[in-house]
Nanobody, 122 residues
Framework: QVQLVESGGGLVQAGGSLRLSCAAS????????MGWFRQAPGKEREFVAA????????SYADSVKGRFTISRDNALNTVYLQMNSLKPEDTAVYYC???????????????WGQGTQVTVSS
């Protein structure tokens, strides 16, 4: 079992940048694929990005491709989401998730964090 805690959210103007972090508990972090998701008010949760256990593979939603970068540091039990060129449409609660297997664009994950709010102003 792994517990996830997101941080780094906040208020930023359009065009700005923000880096989210997700800290995982336990000593088996490197065995999990990690993903980022987001949910805007009144909308369903959507896939944002994913990274495989050893950072060999990556996947991104079309809406964030070229602007967001997912990375991880297994020594720190942390996964990151670097968000550049932010748009008001990026406003949402961002969640990190962990799963024993990596699948590009997968939406079902075994473990979820509580989320961190990202607000992008016009």
């Amino acid at each position: 079992q792994v517990q996830l805690v997101e941080s780094g959210g906040g208020l930023v103007q359009a065009g700005g940048s923000l880096r989210l972090s997700c800290a995982a508990s336990g000593r088996t972090f490197s065995s999990y694929a990690m993903g980022w998701f987001r949910q805007a008010p009144g909308k369903e949760r959507e896939f944002v990005a994913a990274i495989s256990q050893r950072s060999f593979s990556f996947s991104y939603a079309d809406s964030v491709k070229g602007r967001f970068t997912i990375s991880r540091d297994n020594a720190l039990n942390t996964v990151y989401l670097q968000m550049n060129s932010l748009k008001p449409e990026d406003t949402a609660v961002y969640y990190c998730a962990a799963d024993p297997s990596y699948r590009a664009y997968a939406v079902r994950y075994a473990h979820w964090g509580q989320g961190t709010q990202v607000t992008v102003s016009s």
